[in-house]
T-cell receptor
């Protein structure tokens, strides 16, 4: 069974540009989460989808971040315009359903904003 | 305010030794405490988890000790091996399933041969 996949693995952009990160969860998983780790800090929650609906987006830093989950399958996280403090590793995780405790993480997208 | 505090930040242990990583939490509503292991270039992977109705859980060489009154939990790696060298994150959540994880800052463990 394929795990959670994320694309791209790395992205280097200049301040003010736009970047879109993609996450493909494990097939059949209803829950999809986005997290971010800024260097040296903890992994922080950004938002949570249940199927195509946003269950919780309390961790989104500001309105420069836009997440979507088309048809309850893959998800995208767009940052527009990117700022220096957006640099970090963005992780996507998925879990099966409301009884699925285990969150399975993707390898992350390393974003560097110059 | 950091809700889950993890220490130490880094740890060097000799092969065969015991690695101990500690975490403390603030929110008494947390009731699920997983540990994640992350190798370079990979995402975090669930290692072992505990609920507060038990004080200890053991899986192979990995043991979680949980102290509800002190709001602390720790990971013990017995007979540490070079292959255990990784970053370890403790986490906590309220409930399961739909619950989001609150992580500690991570501990970089190096097991020397």
């Amino acid at each position: 069974e394929a795990g959670v996949t994320q694309f791209p693995s790395h992205s280097v952009i200049e301040k003010g540009q736009t970047v879109t990160l993609r996450c493909d969860p494990i097939s059949g998983h209803d829950n999809l989460y986005w997290y971010r780790r800024v260097m040296g800090k903890e992994i922080k929650f950004l938002l949570h989808f249940v199927k195509e609906s946003k269950q919780d987006e309390s961790g989104m830093p500001n309105n420069r971040f836009l997440a979507e989950r088309t048809g309850g399958t893959y998800s995208t996280l767009k940052v527009q315009p990117a700022e220096l403090e957006d640099s970090g590793v963005y992780f996507c995780a998925s879990s099966q359903d409301q009884w699925g405790e285990t969150q399975y993480f993707g390898p992350g997208t390393r974003l560097l904003v110059l | 305010q950091q809700q889950v505090k993890q220490s130490p930040q880094s740890l060097i242990v000799q092969k065969g030794g015991i690695s101990i990583i500690n975490c403390a939490y603030e929110n008494t509503a947390f009731d699920y405490f997983p540990w994640y292991q992350q190798f370079p270039g990979k995402g975090p992977a669930l290692l072992i988890a505990i609920r507060p109705d038990v004080s200890e859980k053991k899986e192979g060489r990995f043991t979680i000790s949980f102290n509800k009154s002190a709001k602390q939990f720790s990971l013990h790696i017995m007979d540490s091996q070079p292959g255990d060298s990784a970053t370890y994150f403790c986490a906590a959540s309220i409930g399961s399933g739909y619950s989001t994880l609150t992580f500690g800052k991570g501990t970089m463990l190096l097991v020397s041969p």
